[in-house]
């Protein structure tokens, strides 16, 4: 018996949905009753459209519609990355042949040399450079051995030098047949591959780590 009460209650819900649903106007949608999820209202990107009248008056909310919600940062103002506050300023180094040789002069990580780093870094370096750079840094990753790109320079050899700078400036401008990684990667995680870079460049060996894992201080580094 109950069963068929739920079942005569729900056909006459039904229907009576239909029936107002329904209109003889042939341009007329009917009762609507969720708008919302096939025709959704037209709104401005980047216009604010103000608060709700029912928290404010509806002479505040006006104020606050048709303004431009994205406005230009204020002068002299830089954007914040929210990592370190290092990371938060502008590369200061243009890309220009004198810049390179100039970020190789000054330019140093403001990075710990740490485990955690170096192996972020390795990791890094496995997903966006090893292609062409191989695993261990010796040009010969998949693109050098196909024939795509010839005369990729080894870390441990050519490039032994190379100074951290250098290194920062071409992964985030770019050099020669390499393009810019600054929009894939972090300044952070750019950092980190530089500091892997300089384990390839001492033929893999690692450093000295204390407790911490933090590198430990030789002694010509504590003299200097």
């Known amino acids: 018996m109950m069963h068929k009460t739920i079942q005569y209650i729900t056909l006459v819900i039904v229907a009576f949905a239909i029936m107002t649903s329904c209109t003889t106007d042939p341009n007329s949608p009917g009762v609507e009753y969720m708008p919302d999820m096939y025709r959704s209202p037209a709104i401005e990107a980047y216009v604010d459209y103000g608060e709700d009248p029912y928290y404010v008056t509806e002479e505040v909310a006006v104020s606050q519609r048709n303004q431009q919600s994205a406005r230009q940062p204020v002068a ?54 090893s292609h062409c750079h191989g695993e261990t840094g010796k040009g010969d990753g998949a693109i050098s051995k196909n024939g795509h790109i010839l005369g990729i320079p ?24 390499m393009g810019s990684h600054a929009s894939q990667i972090s300044p952070k995680g750019l950092w980190q591959i530089v500091q892997y870079i300089k384990v390839m460049q001492n033929g893999g060996e690692m450093p000295s780590f204390d407790e911490n894992g933090v590198e430990a201080m030789t002694e010509n580094q504590n003299n200097n």
Not at 103 to 124: D, F, M, Q, V
Not at 159 to 177: A, I, S
């Open 154 to 177: 080894d870390f441990s050899a050519k490039l032994k030098d190379l100074p951290e700078g250098k290194m920062y400036h071409t992964l985030m401008y770019g050099k020669g047949l």
């Open 76 to 129: 002299g103002t830089i954007a914040f990355h929210g990592e370190d506050k290092a990371f938060s300023l502008p590369y200061a180094y243009p890309n220009t042949p004198e810049g390179y040789e100039m970020a190789g002069k000054e330019n140093r990580s403001p990075l710990p040399t740490t485990l955690e780093n170096i192996e972020a870094g390795a990791l890094s370096f496995g997903l966006m450079c």
